[in-house]
């Protein structure tokens, strides 16, 4: 009796091309965009029922992790932002619009909405 060929697994197959690690590295940044999720409703929890957010918040490793999770979400958004002329077609008068223009566009409204809320976030009251 004879058994099946099973190749050995390539756990590091993405490390060879750029491009896959580049993609690796964006689909598991998604993990620190779920912890920015929770993260925001444990602040809000706490605010609506009357406690002191600060208490988690303030704690050494939750602020590396959200130091950590802003760096992991940036290269999240502007990577993602960066496909997008990969997935969006549009075309103006038979032409198509190039792919620095649907990334510009992006970005552009990514900085605005951010300047929004850092002023609503950051002024004084």
Avoid: C
């Amino acid at each position: 009796m004879t058994t099946a060929y099973r190749p050995r697994r390539d756990y590091g197959w993405f490390l060879r091309n750029r491009n896959y690690a580049v993609f690796v590295a964006r689909e598991l940044t998604s993990v620190f965009v779920a912890w920015a999720i929770v993260f925001l409703m444990v602040v809000v929890d706490a605010v609506l029922n009357g406690g002191d957010p600060a208490a988690f918040a303030g704690r050494p490793w939750v602020i590396a992790l959200n130091v950590l999770t802003l760096a992991a979400t940036a290269f999240h958004a502007v990577t993602f932002l960066n496909l997008a002329p990969k997935a969006t077609v549009i075309r103006l008068d038979g032409y198509r619009i190039p792919d620095w223009m649907i990334q510009g566009g992006n970005h552009s409204a990514w900085l605005l909405v951010s300047a929004v809320v850092a002023y609503f976030v950051l002024r004084s009251p």
